[in-house]
Nanobody, 126 residues
Framework: QLQLVESGGGLVQPGGSLRLSCAASGFTLDYYSIGWFRQAPGKEREAVSCISSSDGSTLYADSVKGRITISRDNAKNTVYLQMNSLKPEDTGVYYC???????????????????WGQGTQVTVSS
C-alpha cells in the first residue's frame, strides 16, 4: 500500500518544540519533493514548508521562517519538520504530501500532489 504517515504531533506550551515525521511506505521518496501543510479550524490548508527531491533545497512560509526546519533522510524514507518557538497560531492539523518533481514550491496546487498523509494534530497552548 502506497502511503505517507505523519507522526510526532501533540500538545506543547508556547515556546516549545516538536518534531514531526513523514514516513513513506510502498514507494521511495527519492524522486519526490515533499511539502508540509497545516490546517487550522475553519481555515484553508496552507503550505508551511517544502523540500526538493533533486538537491534538498528548502522553502518556508514567512509565518514560520526561522522557527521551522525541514529535512529529509532518504535512507529512512522519511521527511522531518523540526518546529521550535511554537506559537498558539501554529495550532492545526499538519499534513505531508509528495509530488514527483525535481523542485518544490509553496504554490503547488493541492490536487497536484500524488500522495497525502492522514495528518497529525499540533496544539500549542498553555
Amino acid at each position: 500500500q502506497l502511503q505517507l504517515v505523519e507522526s510526532g504531533g501533540g500538545l506543547v506550551q508556547p515556546g516549545g518544540s516538536l518534531r514531526l515525521s513523514c514516513a513513506a511506505s510502498g514507494f521511495t521518496l527519492d524522486y519526490y519533493s515533499i511539502g508540509w501543510f497545516r490546517q487550522a479550524p475553519g481555515k484553508e490548508r496552507e503550505a508551511v514548508s517544502c523540500i526538493s527531491s533533486s538537491d534538498g533545497s528548502t522553502l518556508y512560509a514567512d509565518s514560520v521562517k526561522g522557527r521551522i526546519t525541514i529535512s529529509r533522510d532518504n535512507a529512512k524514507n522519511t521527511v522531518y519538520l523540526q518546529m521550535n518557538s511554537l506559537k498558539p497560531e501554529d495550532t492545526g492539523v499538519y499534513y505531508c504530501a509528495a509530488v514527483r518533481d525535481y523542485y518544490c514550491s509553496l504554490y503547488v496546487q493541492l490536487n497536484e500532489y500524488d500522495y497525502w498523509g492522514q495528518g497529525t494534530q499540533v496544539t500549542v497552548s498553555s
